[in-house]
């Protein structure tokens, strides 16, 4: 087994402060909400786990006087076997438990394929968020945010599509990794996008109505 | 490769730009060792990143010393050689790359453009001839990109589609030289998208010239032709692939020339993107660099 400082990036010297500090910039940046619908889930889980078992040793090791209890252990939120249980068909009544079984499996060209044969006037917007998810893992990024973008404009309520949506839009910004073209501070363009996405979402829901 | 992945250099620390440097002279003694003098013509940063990036994850023991440079022998160096494949590998990658793209050119380019390339291919044939027995692999990959990306120009397709094949073939190559411990998935992705980012910043970068032209341009039907309006839109295609990008990196046990690979990834992407998308077109170039990325993953 790896030595749980290496994992941490910290040396056996570090303070307990030090310690929980490098946990959680690691936990923020392994989270899956981050890695979400990317393909590389279960990477990011796997390196959480890592993670969070280091943690946990460190933490044991140095339970000499008073016991410590790590406050913010993540547990993953992300499970798919419950997503796919508690699955109920949306108003439309269409039926995609199909689709989400096959995305979990890992075999995207099958669920493309399946959801290809819909035609198009019985196209709702579950039908574009899943087409979002499969062109996302793909790395087929435009298509992913035009996909997600509709899914969000025909349902604006629902967070899940929201949730990818923002995402994505978060991404195209640049604060995650690239170039952010406006030449404010790294608060103020957090706030910016919130805006943006809020300003978008209102225009959306006017242009539906 | 074209060179668009290099380091911030500002923020590299004088150690480990040395040491880049050293990389790129090794790389550059290891194509006119393996391939013949000629070929080291075809030296590119990106082919660099590549042989670090297989040093990095293989932990090749690697060793720097002073040499003559092979180019020009006035000049001294500090050049790195290594045991393993990594240098020869990346070389190959090279020498092959450009002999496909001189094909490309030969079929469609301008009279004088075909005749140069024309010649450079007479000039480079044994050089490609013995790194295609070295590698028959690369060499298959890269004709069935080609091919692929042909298809996708004739038939104008999307951003996604068009920016395909070239994802599709570093990330190939990235899973053939990756050690056997490592995530084939997570080596994939990253390589997908590094080829994508810089399949896009080469569209970007070639935009005007294409729409003056009217060759084929994945980012040219968005805004009729209006470029400075295009470059934003560019600018953000190009930042959700660096962001898919970091996430796979992030998940990459890597064990040499971290901070270089750090700097490339974090600073050098977005100092490029820059450079491509948005200065190109300012007439006041702004020249600073007390410019630090906004960057709220990697504090």
Redesign the interface.
């Known amino acids: 087994m790896k030595d749980p400082y290496k994992i941490l990036g910290i040396t056996p010297h570090a303070t307990d402060e030090e310690i929980k500090q490098a946990y959680r910039?690691l936990a923020?940046?392994?989270h899956p909400d981050?890695?979400g619908e990317?393909?590389?889930a279960s990477?990011?889980a796997e390196?959480m786990k890592e993670i969070n078992e280091a943690y946990d040793r460190i933490m044991k090791q140095r339970k000499e006087g008073i016991p410590y209890i790590p406050e913010d252990t993540y547990t993953c939120p992300y499970n798919n076997e419950d997503e796919y249980n508690s699955y109920q068909s949306n108003s439309t009544g269409r039926d995609y438990r199909v689709i989400y079984r096959l995305i979990n499996l890992g075999n995207l060209i099958e669920a493309e394929h399946i959801l290809n044969g819909t035609s198009p006037t019985e196209r709702d917007a579950e039908w574009y968020y899943l087409m979002g998810t499969i062109?996302y893992s793909k790395?087929?990024?435009?298509?992913a945010?035009n996909y997600a973008s509709t899914a969000c404009r025909m349902s604006p309520d629902d967070d899940k599509y929201k949730a990818l949506y923002e995402r994505?839009i978060q991404?195209?910004?640049?604060?995650?990794?690239?170039?952010?073209?406006t030449r404010s501070?790294?608060a103020d363009?957090?706030d910016c996008i919130s805006c943006l996405i809020c300003t978008d979402c209102l225009c959306n829901c006017g242009s539906c109505s | 490769m074209f060179g668009y992945l290099q380091p911030f250099r500002e923020e590299l620390k004088m150690k480990d730009y040395k040491l880049y440097k050293s990389v790129y002279c090794g790389l550059c003694r290891s194509l006119s060792k393996s391939y013949g003098l000629k070929s080291s013509l075809t030296l590119s940063y990106d082919c660099t990143v590549l042989a670090m990036l297989y040093m990095s994850l293989h932990d090749t023991p690697c060793s720097v010393k002073k040499g003559k440079c092979t180019v020009n022998p006035l000049k001294k160096c500090m050049i790195c050689t290594c045991e393993g494949d990594a240098l020869r590998f990346a070389g190959a990658v090279s020498v092959i790359m450009s002999w496909h793209k001189l094909k490309d050119t030969m079929n469609d380019g301008g009279l004088f453009k075909k005749a140069a390339a024309f010649f450079l291919r007479i000039f480079l044939r044994g050089n490609y001839k013995r790194a295609l027995r070295n590698y028959p692999l690369i060499d298959e990959y890269t004709a069935e990109m080609m091919k692929q990306q042909n298809e996708a120009e004739k038939n104008d397709v999307g951003i996604d589609r068009a920016a395909d094949p070239t994802a599709t073939l570093i990330s190939r190559l990235c899973i053939m030289f990756c050690p056997e411990k490592t995530d084939r998935k997570t080596i994939g992705v990253f390589g997908y998208h590094v080829g994508r980012w810089i399949y896009l910043m080469d569209a970007c970068d070639d935009l005007e010239k294409d729409i003056k032209k009217k060759n084929f341009n994945p980012f040219k039907k968005k805004y009729n032709g209006d470029v400075k309006a295009t470059m934003q839109y560019c600018n953000e295609v190009l930042n959700m692939t660096a962001a898919q990008l970091i996430m796979a990196y992030e998940l990459l046990d890597l064990h040499r020339y971290k901070a270089i690979l750090d700097n490339i990834i974090y600073n050098g992407i977005t100092i490029q993107q820059k450079k491509y998308t948005f200065d190109r077109y300012n007439k006041k170039k702004t020249k600073d660099i007390d410019y630090y990325p906004a960057m709220d993953v990697h504090e």
């Open positions: 910039a923020k940046k392994y981050r890695y990317s393909g590389l990477q990011a390196k062109s790395g087929w990024l435009e298509e945010f994505i991404q195209r910004s640049g604060t995650q990794g690239g170039f952010v073209s501070g790294a363009c957090c």
